[in-house]
């Protein structure tokens, strides 16, 4: 277990947008020193609601004055940030996607294996409680053997006009619905072929997507960006051939197994709903930079998570299936 006491450490957290008021109280609560650098002039507002961090003058500085780098800056930025962390030698956490493109982050991944630093992207929904419950459950095999994944997640669209450029963004699938993705890797592995559709009305779009994966499971991922008035909204169903699993959050309530032969009930333990998964995630960045010990979420599911999302954009742009090609092995590389 990492104690944030073990040497005193700073934080280079590049970008002050939304994500970045997840991750500063974290940094803050487990007694690190920050330094906030955004291009955007919005670091001192930052600082200020948090009521912690210094603003670093430039990029420059906060890297070369930091001994771990967390980038929370639009997409498009991410690969030439982390780079410059590679550069320095400085292990990164860096928000989903890791990069815009496959291509960039499969040489990230290779740059930071091949010198030994943990580069992390920031998946987090593995480290929500339900979700984290529902790939313990899966594991034990409460359901049996996992055939068909459901999961749709939707939101109000994005304001911000970066997001809205699906060349700097890469649409609702990239922002959205890549933590499906994540997740479906998560519990019934590698995926082999993809197959999607894209509706867009104005600044509303919607993704559907089926997977097909080595394990032979099925899932079919909806993610929505719309400009009508709704709440943030996810749903999970999973069933196995001994069960299934299923939850929503507009009902308030705990994922729920439901048996062939058993009664439904409860599969989430007890947990402090005031932990934050953001604290969670970034515990586990730091156990594997202190102690090299493998994190949930590593460098190639990030990569992984971006090779499924360019198929299911291939799929969109041209109507037809697509197939992946077995996950690369990189050469000279551990992973």
């Known amino acids: 277990m990492y104690s944030p ?21 974290v940094w803050l ?41 967390d980038i929370c800056t639009p997409t498009p930025t991410h690969h030439e940030l982390a780079a410059a962390a590679l550069a320095r030698g400085l292990p990164t956490i860096c928000e989903k996607p890791l990069t815009r493109h496959a291509s960039d982050a499969r040489q990230l991944v290779q740059d930071f294996a091949e010198a030994g630093i943990v580069l992390f992207p920031a998946h987090v929904v593995r480290y929500f409680p339900q979700y984290e419950a529902l790939h313990a459950a899966i594991s034990r095999g409460d359901i049996g053997r996992p055939g068909v994944v459901r999961l749709t ?15 700097l963004s890469g649409g609702v699938v990239l922002d959205l619905m890549i933590h499906d993705l994540d997740i479906a890797r998560w519990i019934a592995g590698d995926v082999t072929k993809v197959f999607a559709r894209t509706h867009r009305v104005g600044a509303s779009q919607s993704t559907q997507a089926l997977l097909t994966h ?17 709440e943030f909204r996810t ?15 507009d009902e308030r309530r705990t994922f729920r197994y439901v048996g062939i032969r058993q009664p439904e009930y409860d599969i989430l333990p007890p947990y402090d709903p005031v932990t934050s998964p953001y604290r969670a995630e970034i515990l586990d960045f730091l156990s594997a ?27 969109v742009a041209d109507g037809r299936s697509h197939e992946l090609s077995p996950t690369p092995t990189l050469e000279g590389v551990a992973l």
């Open 214 to 230: 080595e394990s032979g499971a099925i899932s079919q991922l909806t993610s929505t960006w719309t400009t009508a008035p709704i």
């Open 289 to 315: 930079v202190d102690t090299g010990a493998p994190s949930r979420v590593t460098a190639q599911d990030g990569l992984e998570a971006l090779r499924i999302a360019e198929a299911i954009a291939a799929s």
């Open 29 to 69: 609560e487990l007694g690190f020193d920050v330094l906030v650098y955004s291009p955007a002039a919005d670091a001192p507002a930052l600082v200020a609601r948090h009521g912690g961090g210094t603003v670093a003058p430039s990029l420059d500085a906060a890297l070369d004055a930091a001994s771990l780098v």
């Open 5 to 25: 006491r073990a040497r005193a450490r700073t934080v280079a957290l590049l970008g002050a947008g939304g994500i970045a008021n997840a991750h500063l109280p």
């Open 153 to 167: 997640r939707q939101g109000g669209s994005p304001r911000s006009g970066w997001y809205l450029d699906d060349e």
């Open 235 to 249: 749903q999970v169903e999973v069933a196995g051939t001994e069960g299934l699993i299923r939850a929503d959050s």
